[in-house]
């Protein structure tokens, strides 16, 4: 089965082959032949059902629910492979879609409705741009490329999330966060600029930068980028990172330095061990300590901890804490904290620590290396831990029905930290006030109809959220979704009776600004999906 038992962990120069090297904002210019570019790049190839590569790549998608067959698959290697190919889909009226990573929880992209779909996975450098003081990060590199390059090249990383197989293009885009956040704040907050490919209003493509520099004609598509989700507002081709506060040109201080390695804890608990009593007193010990220490003046500010509560039939659950290696108190930080939340519990967990190297942990986890498997996954972000009534539901659900439900689970991931140090209108991605973000998560086997499992999921969420319609209807114990985790239920009035529109949940109060931006940069609504940002009607 698909193992997401550690899933909470953590979502330069032109490329050789004649890809664009950026000029003012807004435009682009072909890239002068450098030495070692002497071989030209592979071309873009329009794949179809005749050809053997079809089925490898309409197969990337790694939600096993979801299947489709386009027209076509563009397989693209360069910014002007994309102009190319939105321009063939604008002149042919085909509905058009990307794919990075291919980790869509939905069917944004496995959709019958979709005619072509833009691979950018082979556009994957990742290398130091000069001219903007940058790093670029083309939109199909995945995660772990990502870290690996950034951190052997320069010693630097972005705070992004746990999944190294999980594509750039999508990830930064939703805002991206990890473990690291609660340190650095989202992976949003380091966004300079996009490169982007958009459809005019005359119906032709054109690759538009945009930068973060407040004088930039086109500062509101950089700003549409920093959350608000891939299939928005065109394709992208490329992102350039700097965190804010970086100065001069020493590429080694643009973006944050990570550990060079990790403290951490593991608190493991048999579920034969444990009473609906003691379950209750975890989590409440964990919520009152984290609501207590979230800010970033807590002596505890350097500690991040992932709660992953999986089902009975797996045997056990566990929370995981880390610290920075180096700090000369990390392990009081941490044994502090394993006093605090095993507090009158009456039950003893499975203690493990473990120090290792900070590249190598992040580059070992991810739950989604096989792929495949069909799951469903609902999100929420909570601004105060759960109540006592929502853990007893969590409890209830979490120990109802057997084996089908091994793959089920909850995860509560701590956020605060840096991401509520930023206003919520300073970016698209508005959650800058929440304590966790919580998922709520069921895989099965393929071949199998996954109605049961399906049904628990959506009726563990439904009541944990009974009091708000059924959805963490934004409040002052919720603030929403996070759209990186889209939930098509959102939409559907079975499953939400708040009266709440789905886009109130990923956006709050930044949605109409988006709507701006949207009818400037994609008025015929070119990119879209179930999900997707509306056009404001002028």
Not at 353 to 378: C, H, I, N, Q
Request: charged fraction near 20%; hydrophobic fraction near 35%; include cysteine.
């Amino acid at each position: 089965m698909k193992d997401f038992s550690r899933r909470g962990f953590l979502a330069g120069g032109a490329a050789a082959g004649g890809a664009v090297a950026l000029g003012g904002a807004g435009t682009a210019h072909a890239a002068p032949a450098r030495a070692g570019d002497c071989l030209p790049g592979p071309p873009a190839k329009n794949i179809r059902p005749d050809d053997p590569r079809y089925a490898e790549l309409i197969e990337r998608g790694y939600n096993g629910r979801f299947s489709a067959r386009p027209e076509s698959v563009r397989l693209v290697h360069r910014a002007d492979h994309v102009v190319d190919a939105v321009d063939d889909a604008l002149r042919s009226d085909r509905r058009i879609v990307v794919r990075s990573g291919g980790h869509c929880f939905e069917d944004f992209v496995d959709n019958p409705d979709v005619q072509m779909v833009v691979d950018v996975s082979e556009m994957k450098s990742v290398s130091h741009d000069p001219r903007h003081r940058a790093f670029a990060i083309e939109s199909g590199a995945t995660l772990g490329e990502v870290y690996r390059t950034l951190y052997l090249g320069w010693g630097v990383t972005v705070p992004g999330g746990a999944c190294p197989s999980v594509g750039a293009g999508g990830h930064i885009a939703g805002g991206g966060y990890g473990g690291l956040s609660r340190h650095h704040g989202f992976v949003a907050d380091h966004l300079y600029g996009v490169e982007v490919v958009v459809a005019d209003r005359a119906g032709r493509a054109r690759l538009v930068v945009a930068t973060r520099d407040p004088d930039d004609p086109h500062h509101d598509l950089w700003w549409a980028h920093t959350g608000g989700g891939g299939g928005n507002f065109g394709i992208v081709t490329r992102y350039l990172m700097r965190s804010p506060g970086a100065r001069g040109n020493d590429p080694t201080t643009l973006l944050p330095r990570p550990p060079a390695t990790l403290r951490s804890v593991t608190l493991g608990w048999a579920w034969a061990d444990m009473t609906e009593t003691a379950f209750v007193r975890i989590l409440r010990n964990h919520g009152a300590w984290h609501e207590k220490e979230s800010g970033t003046g807590s002596r505890y500010a350097p500690l991040s901890s992932w709660l992953i509560l999986n089902h009975k039939a797996s045997g056990r659950f566990t929370l995981v804490a880390n610290v920075d290696g180096s700090l000369p108190h990390g392990k009081k930080l941490l044994d502090e904290y394993v006093t605090a939340i095993t507090a009158d519990t009456g039950v003893r967990p499975d203690i493990e620590e473990s120090t290792a190297l900070w590249m190598k942990s992040t580059l070992t986890v991810d739950p989604y290396a096989g792929g495949r498997y069909p799951f469903k996954s609902k999100a929420a972000l909570l601004r105060k831990p759960w109540t006592e009534a929502q853990i007893r539901t969590l409890h209830r659900h979490l120990t109802r029905g057997g084996d089908e439900h091994q793959a089920s689970a909850v995860y509560l991931s701590t956020l605060g930290g840096m991401i509520n140090e930023v206003p919520a209108a300073a970016t698209a991605i508005p959650h800058r006030d929440s304590l966790f973000s919580a998922t709520y998560e069921t895989s099965w086997w393929p071949g199998i109809s996954g109605e049961a499992q399906l049904a628990w999921v959506r009726e563990l969420y439904r009541d944990v959220y009974a009091d708000t319609g059924g959805v963490p209807v934004p409040g002052a114990a919720n603030g929403g979704a996070y759209i990186n985790y889209p939930d098509a239920d959102l939409i559907d009035p079975r499953w939400n009776t708040s009266g709440v529109p789905w886009h109130t949940f990923y956006y709050r109060d930044n949605y109409p600004r988006l709507q701006r931006i949207k009818a400037r940069w994609d008025p015929a609504n070119v990119f879209r999906h179930a999900m997707s940002v509306r056009p404001a009607r002028r």
